[in-house]
C-alpha cells in the first residue's frame, strides 16, 4: 500500500518560518507531479504549491515569494518552506501526488493525511 506521510505542521508566529515534509512509501513505479494544498476552516481546499518530475514549480499567488516547494526524488520526499508566514496562511495543509502503481502509465492520485499549520498574530 503507497502512502503519504506529512510530518513539521505546527504553531508560528506571524513572520516565522515553518518546513513540512511529505515522503512516499511503499511500491510504485514512479512519483509525477507532487504539491501541497491547503484548507482553512469554512473554505475549499486550494492549491499552494506544486513541482513536476522535472522540477517545474508553481505558486498561488498568495504565497509567491514567500513559500518554496522542492523536492528529494531519492528519497521520495516533497518539501515546502514556508516563511514570513501570516495568520491568513493557518491550515490544514495536505501533500498531494500523482503516483505510477500497478503500470509505469498509470496514475493514481494520493493524499496524505494533513498537518495543521497555525499562525499567530
Known amino acids: 500500500q503507497v502512502q503519504l506521510v506529512e510530518s513539521g505542521g505546527g504553531l508560528m508566529q506571524a513572520g516565522g518560518s515553518l518546513r513540512l515534509s511529505c515522503a512516499a512509501s511503499g511500491r510504485f513505479f514512479s512519483i509525477n507531479a507532487m504539491g501541497w494544498y491547503r484548507q482553512a476552516p469554512g473554505k475549499q481546499r486550494e492549491l499552494v504549491a506544486a513541482?513536476?518530475?522535472?522540477?517545474?514549480?508553481n505558486y498561488a499567488d498568495s504565497v509567491k515569494g514567500r513559500f518554496t516547494i522542492s523536492r528529494d526524488n531519492a528519497k521520495n520526499t516533497v518539501y515546502l518552506q514556508m516563511n514570513s508566514l501570516k495568520p491568513e496562511d493557518t491550515a490544514v495543509y495536505y501533500c498531494n501526488a500523482a503516483v505510477s502503481i500497478r503500470t509505469p502509465l498509470t496514475n493514481n492520485d494520493l493524499w496524505g493525511q494533513g498537518t495543521q499549520v497555525t499562525v499567530s498574530s
Open positions: 513541482i513536476s518530475s522535472i522540477g517545474s514549480t
